[in-house]
């Protein structure tokens, strides 16, 4: 991993030989306020990209070690994103979600439809705290 020390001016200054970067990025650890010891070069040309790597892999920065490899998307990025509503996860879906007239389990987009519509039956609006934190505008 990458050393304490290692900023993006740093990082960016060991990779710049292999070509255009468009970015660099060290994630940061919020419980030690420093990175987690691990960066991303995104470079111009996926050419230069595997320049660098064929390159710096093994290589040493700041007494440390570097492996480096094509990013790979992250195995499970619902997990970390909060881009989509809870409801859209399939197991939060059927243990929360309710069901139709017919008893019937509600689908994602019938959820939606009816969050949208407030027509959400009481016994669908999911546990008794989710029913004490309702508000009424």
């Known amino acids: 991993g990458l050393a304490d020390d290692v900023d993006l001016q740093l990082l960016k200054a060991a990779f710049i030989p292999f070509g255009d970067i468009l970015d660099v990025q060290i994630p940061l650890d919020p419980e030690s306020d420093g990175h987690r010891g691990f960066?991303?070069?995104?470079?111009?040309?996926?050419?230069?990209?595997?320049?660098?790597?064929?390159?710096?892999?093994?290589?040493?920065?700041l007494g440390r070690t570097l492996r480096v490899n094509h990013a790979r998307p992250m195995k499970n990025p619902?997990?970390?994103?909060?881009?989509?509503?809870?409801?859209?996860?399939?197991?939060?879906?059927?243990?929360?979600?309710?069901?139709?007239?017919?008893g019937k389990a509600l689908t994602?987009?019938?959820?939606?439809?009816?969050?949208?519509?407030?027509?959400l039956l009481e016994k669908d609006a999911g546990s008794s705290e989710a029913k004490k934190a309702k508000v009424d505008p």
């Not at 996926?46 to 390159?55: P, R, T, W, Y």
């Not at 997990?79 to 017919?102: C, K, N, P, Y």
């Not at 994602?108 to 027509?119: A, I, N, S, V």
Request: aromatic residues 10%; negative net charge.
């Open 78 to 102: 619902q997990s970390f994103s909060h881009s989509r509503a809870v409801w859209d996860q399939d197991e939060w879906l059927r243990e929360h979600a309710g069901t139709d007239e017919q």
């Open 39 to 61: 960066g991303f070069v995104e470079f111009e040309l996926v050419e230069d990209a595997s320049a660098a790597i064929d390159n710096m892999h093994e290589s040493e920065l």
């Open 108 to 119: 994602t987009e019938e959820f939606t439809q009816r969050m949208r519509e407030g027509k």
